[in-house]
């Protein structure tokens, strides 16, 4: 099956704590893609950043960061010293080679102040 | 470089009739995806379009249709609405889909309430 889990539904945080959001996955194909997006209250939902399955270098980009583990099939999603406006809806997602993706059901992360 | 637009952004129908829901993708991309979002099910595929051609089909009944134009716009339809229709629907464009690596751009979305 292909699916995609992440187990944290909510999270909270105050202000300037590190968070970091589960994503683990499930493919029999060796090729796929990997995706984090965001869905601030507005609803649109924003590209964070692709991954593919041959490329397990985690990757930084300014107080978010990404740990690809094949070993065992995670996706996980740090954000260093949050913000309020960080609050939001983070879906992982995962592209297996016939333009479907499959979502995760989400984490609600809550940033107070 | 303007981005997703979806029209229109609300929409209320009553069980039974069917709705068009239209995309205008961002400029150059060939690829739009659809999706239906609801707090039960959360975001689900429902199809995706390239080049006119309709690529891959999520799980939905044939009451949920869609198509795209030579333009890259695209619409789809829904016939006969049940009230579980109601959701928020997204649509995505990328240059060639996320099967190429390719990330999707999503527009803000219909949301649709049946009655």
């Known amino acids: 099956a292909q699916k995609v889990t992440q187990a944290q539904t909510e999270i909270s945080v105050v202000e300037k704590e590190d968070v970091t959001l589960d994503c683990v996955y499930e493919?029999?194909?060796?090729?796929?893609?990997l995706f984090w997006y965001k869905q601030p209250p507005s609803g649109e939902l924003v590209f964070l950043i692709r991954r593919n399955s041959f490329d397990e270098q985690n990757e930084i980009s300014g107080r978010y960061s990404w740990n690809f583990q094949k070993s065992t099939s995670s996706f996980n999603f740090t954000i260093t010293a949050s913000q309020v406006v960080d609050s939001a809806v983070y879906f992982c997602a995962l592209d297996y080679n016939n333009n479907d993706m499959r979502f995760g059901a989400g984490t609600r992360l809550t940033v107070k102040p | 470089k303007a981005g997703v637009t979806q029209t229109p952004r609300y929409l209320i129908k009553t069980r039974g009739q069917q709705v068009t829901l239209s995309c205008s993708p961002i400029s150059g991309h060939r690829s739009v995806s659809w999706y239906q979002q609801t707090p039960g099910q959360g975001l689900q595929f429902l199809f995706e379009y390239f080049s006119e051609t309709q690529r891959n089909k999520g799980n939905f009944p044939g009451r949920f249709s869609g198509r795209q134009f030579s333009n890259s716009r695209s619409e789809m339809n829904v016939s006969t609405l049940e009230l579980g229709d109601s959701a928020l629907y997204l649509c995505?464009?990328?240059?060639?889909?996320?099967?190429?690596?390719?990330?999707?751009?999503f527009g803000p979305g219909t949301r649709l309430t049946v009655t």
């Open positions: 995505a464009s990328s240059l060639a889909g996320t099967s190429g690596g390719y990330e999707q751009y």
């Open positions: 493919t029999r194909d060796t090729t796929y893609y």
